[in-house]
């Protein structure tokens, strides 16, 4: 998400990515590899980024937290239509019925 980020910065202003790689002072292959995710960038490079555009830090950062915010939320459903499986199924031992639209 971060190297999207990157990317997305360069190429709104019209930047190569050799171009790009020599005004920040970093290898090109160094600016590919954050582009295309495959290394995570510092800190203090994004910084370098955010100060050098004029943006603030957050602007790298924040799908990332959505991301996690979501991710959270989704997985809390989950464990909350597990956990009435769970205690569905305990009932099945007692020879209750199940109760089924809780399954849904």
């Given at each position: 998400?971060?190297?999207?980020?990157?990317?997305?910065?360069?190429?709104?202003?019209?930047?190569?990515q050799?171009?790009?790689?020599?005004?920040?002072?970093?290898?090109?292959?160094?600016?590919?590899?954050?582009?295309?995710?495959?290394?995570?960038?510092?800190?203090?490079?994004?910084?370098?980024?955010?100060?050098?555009?004029?943006?603030?830090?957050?602007?790298?950062?924040?799908?990332?937290?959505?991301?996690?915010?979501?991710?959270?939320?989704?997985?809390?459903s989950?464990?909350?239509?597990?956990?009435?499986?769970?205690?569905?199924?305990?009932?099945?031992?007692?020879?209750?019925?199940?109760?089924?639209?809780?399954?849904?």
């Open positions: 998400m971060i190297g999207n980020k990157i990317r997305t910065l360069r190429e709104e202003n019209g930047i190569s050799k171009e790009f790689a020599k005004e920040l002072g970093i290898a090109y292959g160094t600016l590919q590899s954050y582009e295309y995710g495959t290394t995570k960038p510092k800190t203090d490079f994004i910084e370098q980024l955010a100060k050098k555009f004029k943006i603030d830090v957050n602007y790298f950062y924040d799908d990332c937290r959505q991301y996690v915010v979501n991710m959270s939320s989704k997985s809390s989950k464990n909350k239509k597990l956990s009435s499986i769970v205690r569905q199924s305990q009932n099945l031992s007692s020879n209750k019925p199940l109760n089924t639209p809780n399954l849904k």
